[in-house]
C-alpha cells in the first residue's frame, strides 16, 4: 500500500529556512505526481507546490520564489526547500501523491501523509 512519511518540519525564526521531506513506498514512485500541502490551525488545506513525473513544477504565489519542490526518484524521496520563513507559513505540512492528477489542488490527490509542523516566530 501507498506510504508517505513526512520528517523536516521545526520551529524557525522568520528569515531562517527548513527544507522538508517525504519518503515514499509501495508503489512506483516515479510515475505517480507529488505535491506539497499546508494548513494552518482554524484554515482550510491548501496548496503549496507540486511536480510531477518529468520534474516539472508548479508553486503556489504565497511561496513563489522562497520555495523549491524537488525530488529524487533514486531515493522515492520528495523534498520541500522553504527560504525566507514568515510567521505566515506556520503550518501543519503535508505531502500527498497521486498517478493522475499534478497540480497544488489538494482535493485531487488521493494519498498523503501524516504531517510535519513548521513553526516560524
Known amino acids: 500500500h501507498v506510504q508517505l512519511v513526512e520528517s523536516g518540519g521545526d520551529s524557525v525564526q522568520a528569515g531562517g529556512s527548513l527544507r522538508l521531506s517525504c519518503a515514499a513506498s509501495?508503489?512506483?514512485?516515479?510515475?505517480?505526481?507529488m505535491g506539497w500541502f499546508r494548513q494552518a490551525p482554524g484554515k482550510e488545506r491548501e496548496g503549496v507546490a507540486a511536480?510531477?513525473?518529468?520534474?516539472?513544477?508548479s508553486y503556489a504565489d504565497s511561496v513563489k520564489g522562497r520555495s523549491t519542490i524537488s525530488q529524487d526518484n533514486a531515493k522515492n524521496t520528495l523534498y520541500l526547500q522553504m527560504n525566507s520563513l514568515k510567521p505566515e507559513d506556520t503550518a501543519m505540512y503535508y505531502c500527498?501523491?497521486?498517478?493522475?492528477?499534478?497540480?497544488?489542488?489538494?482535493?485531487?490527490?488521493?494519498?498523503w501523509g501524516q504531517g510535519t509542523q513548521v513553526t516560524v516566530s
Open positions: 500527498a501523491s497521486d498517478p493522475f492528477y499534478c497540480d497544488t489542488n489538494w482535493r485531487m490527490y488521493n494519498y
Open positions: 511536480i510531477d513525473s518529468d520534474g516539472s513544477t
Open positions: 509501495g508503489y512506483t514512485y516515479s510515475s505517480y505526481c
